[in-house]
């Protein structure tokens, strides 16, 4: 069974920046790409980007390229997302989830294995 915890979700001004992070169990991380996704209240989830096994190559959406940045530690089983000049926007619930082996390549934002109970991010204006 894989299990996804989100944390470091918080409320930050915008122009601020958020680390959130996400611990992965139960699959071998190194055998995954993996995913950000995040869903806005009334709005469907979205994703925002994706990172190769060593976050070599990766992929973001236009909306967050260029702010937002993925790494992961393997040996730690985390994946983390670092947001930078965040916008209001960018209010949402945030998750993580394994995606294809191509993400990062293609985009193909898809998840994989379920989701997390999320960790929100909430950007004042």
């Known amino acids: 069974q894989v299990d996804l915890v989100e944390s470091g979700g918080g409320l930050v001004q915008a122009g601020g920046s958020l680390r959130i992070s996400c611990k992965v169990s139960?699959?071998?991380?190194?055998?995954?790409?993996m995913g950000w996704f995040r869903q806005a209240p009334g709005k469907e989830r979205e994703g925002v980007g994706c990172?190769?096994?060593?976050?070599?190559?990766?992929y973001y959406i236009e909306a967050v390229k260029g702010r937002f940045t993925i790494s992961r530690d393997n040996a730690a089983n985390t994946v983390t997302l670092q947001m930078n000049d965040l916008k209001p926007e960018d209010t949402a619930m945030y998750y993580c989830a394994p995606v294809p082996w191509n993400c990062a390549m293609t985009g193909s934002l898809r998840a994989l294995k379920g989701w997390g109970q999320g960790t929100q991010v909430t950007v004042s204006s």
């Open positions: 139960g699959l071998i991380l190194l055998d995954y790409e």
């Open positions: 990172a190769s096994w060593n976050a070599g190559r990766t």
